[in-house]
């Protein structure tokens, strides 16, 4: 059974940094595709980045100047490294994967927020950055 569980988050003020992790444990092998999204409360979840098998990376235009996302492979981890944080990234943030292809792309999950696409969720945590 495929398990994600995600430390991290919390309040900072405007201009600080937060990092989140991901740890994955039952994966057979390595995930085809590891994710960030986040959700405003009564909005739609929307993609923030992912990392397919090929370690192809894609941030959404929003993120992509400020948010990076390390790896641990040998702990199985992805973090999210969020930097220059503003109060519109004020979120609950998820991780989220799906670990065979079965047809699906990385990077269309991700920039189009097609949540459907991933088989596997973590319980998410708010970030919250005050105006």
């Known amino acids: 059974q495929v398990r994600l569980v995600e430390s991290g988050g919390g309040s900072v003020q405007s201009g600080g940094s937060l990092r989140r992790s991901c740890t994955a444990s039952?994966?057979?092998?390595?995930?085809?595709?590891m994710a960030w999204f986040r959700q405003v409360p009564g909005k739609a979840r929307v993609g923030v980045v992912s990392?397919?098998?090929?370690?192809?990376?894609y941030y959404a235009n929003s993120v992509k100047d400020h948010f990076t996302i390390p790896q641990d492979n040998a702990k199985h981890t992805l973090y999210l490294q969020l930097d220059s944080l503003k109060p519109e990234d004020t979120a609950r943030y998820y991780c989220?994967?799906?670990?065979?292809?079965?047809?699906?792309?990385?990077?269309?999950?991700?920039?189009?927020?097609?949540?459907?696409?991933?088989?596997?969720w973590g319980d998410g945590t708010l970030v919250t950055i005050p105006s």
């Open positions: 990392i397919d098998g090929y370690l192809g990376i």
């Open positions: 989220a994967a799906y670990v065979d292809w079965r047809g699906r792309d990385s990077r269309v999950t991700v920039l189009g927020n097609f949540v459907d696409f991933l088989d596997y």
């Open positions: 039952g994966v057979p092998g390595t995930s085809d595709c």
